[in-house]
């Protein structure tokens, strides 16, 4: 075999070989025999990548030395990056969207979704990421949604750009309906991009109630679109944070709704926090869309970091980790059985956010696209936010990260110290 991962704990808890021959998963089995690459995780968790299923790239790395966003609201933050948006450039436009990328592949992420502004006459940041997402196939699965940012039916020329943006390649449809003049106009948008989507053979994923108005509704149109197209399983409904704000009554009709219609919620809980509530006095309302109650009904739920030191979020490393250590907290997620569900959300659920009819599961056949983690469990992995040791993509190490080892002074010596209860237990 072309790579060997011994002593692979699997996220059910038995201690394996992992063989991988040809990019994929060729054995798993104790004691395989040798291989040209090995590689030892000493009892350490293997698993599949995180999958990023919401970012934008194009922003990333702008703040603080293009701009800020005093009033820390999602409305500034858009008037802050349209500001920007005239002096980009394609070489700026990837080099700062390259290194954002890495930083999530040395954390673990096997896979990308990212939204590009399309609101812009050159199409400047998507014709960068297509690039890069071609220059970085060997690495990460790059997909790009076109964003229509500032709209389309209020936008000049917003039908034109978006049908442009598919034909320069981007996979995805995206929206904003909320961010139209009238309800009427978010309504139109919805109708035309799901047209365009069903005419193109597209996903759709669209920025829907990202706000903490009770009366924006526009995903349930989202799920009435997607049954008239026959798009299950294809559609993605991203940030929906006035779902926090919905009564009891009318929240719980809507999963019901989401979950028959085959709608997938993405969450993304650490810019989410940091946007929705800022008009409250208080209390100040948590900003996430409820992924416990969505994950109970059904509703396929991924998470995403959203945003890495932009216009609408200052701070960030590209940890999809952190953001589901984050979404566990938020989400009340915080039995066994839920932070393990929170890990799925991060990995496998998000694989299928992107990739809808081709499952992902760590067994033989499957591609091998795989993380060691310093950690023994996902749950863990959640508790420590460890370093993702090795991160291998179609069997090849893409990635490796040397943990960090702390010592403290007991005495006269300086002894090693783990996070880890003295009994041995280890969470998960």
């Known amino acids: 075999m072309d790579l060997v991962i011994r002593n692979a704990r699997l996220p059910w808890g038995t201690v394996q070989d992992v063989g991988v021959e040809n990019g994929r998963i060729a054995a798993i089995a104790p004691g ?77 992420a096997g896979a990308i979704r990212s939204h590009v502004d399309v609101c812009d006459e050159r199409l400047v940041a ?32 917003g039908q034109r750009l978006m049908e442009a943006a598919i034909e320069a390649g981007a996979d995805v449809v995206g929206g904003i309906p909320h961010y139209e003049w009238t309800r009427e106009d978010g309504i139109s948008q919805l109708q035309w991009l799901f047209a365009l989507a069903a005419r193109h053979g597209r996903l759709v994923d669209v920025h829907c109630d990202e ?41 719980f009709k809507l999963r019901r709704v989401l979950a028959a219609a085959g709608v997938s919620v993405v969450a993304n809980p650490l810019t989410n926090i940091v946007l929705q509530g800022r008009f409250d006095e208080g209390p100040v309302r948590r900003g996430m869309a409820p992924i416990k109650a969505l994950d109970a009904a059904g509703v396929q739920v991924a998470l995403g970091v959203d945003c890495i030191m932009d216009p609408w979020y200052p701070v960030g490393t590209g940890s999809l980790l952190r953001a589901a250590w984050m979404a566990l907290h938020v989400g ?31 067994a033989v056949g499957q591609p091998a696209d795989l993380v060691v983690w310093d950690a023994t469990s996902p749950v863990e992995c959640l508790r420590l936010l460890p370093a993702a040791r090795w991160v291998i993509r179609r069997g090849n190490v893409v990635a490796q990260t040397q943990p960090a080892r702390r010592e403290v002074r007991v005495g006269d010596a300086m002894v090693p110290l783990e996070l880890v209860p003295e009994s041995g237990h280890r969470s998960g």
């Not at 066994?336 to 760590?362: C, D, I, K, N, Y």
């Open 32 to 108: 395989l025999g040798a291989a040209a690459r090995e590689i030892d995780a000493g009892g350490s968790l293997l698993s599949l990548p995180l999958v990023d299923a919401h970012i934008h790239l194009d922003a990333s790395l702008t703040v603080p030395e293009r701009t800020t966003n005093r009033s820390g609201t999602l409305l500034e933050g858009i008037e802050r990056w349209s500001q920007i948006k005239p002096d980009l450039t394609v070489d700026d436009v990837k080099t700062r969207a390259r290194q954002a990328i890495l930083w999530e592949v040395a954390q673990g």
């Open 126 to 157: 998507l014709r960068a990421l297509v690039q890069l997402r071609a220059e970085l196939e060997p690495v990460v699965d790059l997909q790009l949604v076109a964003f229509p940012q500032e709209g389309v039916m209020c936008y000049p020329q």
């Open 211 to 251: 706000t903490d108005d009770d009366q924006s509704r526009f995903v349930e149109t989202m799920a009435r679109l997607t049954a008239i197209h026959g798009l299950s399983g294809r559609v993605t409904a991203s940030h929906v944070t006035a779902m926090h704000s919905y009564n009891p009554a009318y929240a």
């Open 332 to 362: 009340h997620m915080t039995g066994q059985e839920e932070m393990a569900r929170v890990f799925q959300m991060a990995t496998a659920h998000g694989h299928a956010v992107m990739r809808p009819g081709a499952p992902r599961e760590l």
